[in-house]
């Protein structure tokens, strides 16, 4: 357990110093595809939609039935300082039954050595206000507010249970509904070797997605408290936003 943590925490997220957008773009004069693979867990333990409890490490109990997250405004980075953004990318990227993974293919991404990169949990605010502009998937998988301000960033949604519960099961809903502008999280990450892209071969970065941290790292947000089940927004969102930014999702390994 120690050696894995260890070696998530090596080559995971370091914070990158800052943007700049004098940055030179790379010119895509071959292009190949990129895999992004995130492996769904909580904890050490895979992720099973709707059957599976986890203890969390609030000593909470939890089963987790959906997540989902809109991935966007992917940005590889050079050791030069060159950059390349996929501009039209707006992906969906969500768990599901009997898989405890989710591979997001991005296409023609030119070739070249890339050593970092990052993208944005949900969307930017130029198009996060224009529904008729995005497939109907992200409206018909429940990541549109009509009756609020643009998409959810991020939807988790689940089970919590207590033996303090009179409730059948002694379980109660949990639910993290996360967007508005204030809560755009833009992950940003080092490769601890070069990510290769080549013509012949896709490349391709392995993700490790801990569902637990959301709860738990670094805010503690006890689900025993009734308004930690149910976030829709204000302080406790925030909160939410900062643990999946910093831990939940690390790179495991590039290839």
């Known amino acids: 357990m120690k050696h894995l943590i260890a070696l998530i ?7 990158i110093s800052c943007d700049n957008d004098d940055d030179p773009v790379v010119v895509p004069e071959t292009t190949t595809d990129l895999v992004l693979n995130f492996e769904f ?5 895979a992720l099973e939609l709707g059957t599976g409890r986890y203890v969390l490490g609030n000593e909470d ?34 768990a599901s039954n009997g898989v405890t993974n989710f591979q997001l293919t991005i296409e023609d991404v030119p070739v070249g050595n890339y050593s970092s990169m990052e993208f944005h949990i949900g969307m930017d605010s130029a198009m996060n206000f224009k529904p008729e502009s995005f497939p109907i998937l992200f409206q018909q998988e429940g990541m549109y507010w009509d009756w609020n301000t643009g998409y959810k960033f991020l939807l988790l949604e689940g089970r919590y249970f207590s033996d303090s519960l009179s409730t059948p099961n002694n379980s109660t809903g949990l639910t993290a509904h996360i967007g508005d502008m204030i809560n755009l999280e833009i992950p940003q990450f080092s490769f601890s070797d070069t990510l290769i892209l080549e013509s012949e071969n896709a490349g391709r970065v392995n993700f490790n997605v801990d569902l637990g941290k959301i709860y738990t790292e670094p805010n503690v947000l006890s ?33």
């Open 223 to 255: 689900l025993k408290e009734a308004n930690n089940r149910n976030i829709m927004g204000g302080p406790n969102a925030l909160l939410i936003v900062e643990n999946y930014g910093n831990g939940m999702i690390v790179i495991t390994s590039i290839e």
């Open 41 to 45: 867990k909580v904890g050490t333990e």
């Open 9 to 15: 925490i090596l080559s995971s997220i370091i914070i």
């Open 61 to 94: 109990t939890v089963s987790i039935d959906q997540f989902k997250f809109i991935l966007s405004n992917l940005t590889l980075r050079q050791s030069d300082g060159g950059k390349w953004i996929d501009e039209e990318g707006y992906y969906l990227v969500k």
